[in-house]
């Protein structure tokens, strides 16, 4: 059964034994993988960065009066999901890199349950931002 499988672990696929619970990966899946981490970072620092800069405008929106004090819970509210956002990118890339360094296949799959969650804020907020646009068009 696994001979047929060319995705088999390769443990598995010599042997017929219990499939294998190392990361098997190749010299360009490391690379790739390793270049992803990277990018991972570097992309997870502007998000702290607008992060930031909304965490700035909240706090000068407190001079606004009443309307000041709702534009500051949205902007830091804003502000928080982005650092959130940003963590879940650097978390993930810390994964993927330790788990190709080591040859760990848990802390990939850990690596991938953070940018899993990444993905969920974001296709939330296209989703809404969606609703919002087509909202728009019609009124």
Not at 38 to 49: A, G
Not at 113 to 129: D, E, H, P
Request: glycine letters at 12%; hydrophobic letters at 55%; one cysteine or more.
């Amino acid at each position: 059964m696994a001979e047929g499988n060319p995705y088999a672990p390769p443990a598995a696929a010599i042997d017929g034994g219990p499939p294998s619970t190392e990361l098997s990966l190749s010299e360009e899946g490391q690379a790739t993988v390793d270049s992803l981490a990277q990018w991972m970072r570097i992309v997870s620092i502007f998000f702290f960065l607008f992060a930031g800069v909304m965490g700035l405008m909240a706090l000068f929106s407190l001079f606004g009066g009443a309307m000041g004090l709702i534009m500051m819970a949205v902007l830091g509210g804003f502000a928080v999901l982005m650092a959130m956002a940003g963590m879940w990118l650097r978390d993930a890339a810390r994964q993927f890199s330790h788990g190709v360094a080591h040859n760990e296949e848990i802390c990939l799959g850990q690596g991938f349950r953070a940018l899993r969650s990444f993905f969920i804020m974001y296709g939330i907020f296209n989703i809404i931002g969606l609703i919002k646009s087509i909202w728009d068009a019609t009124n």
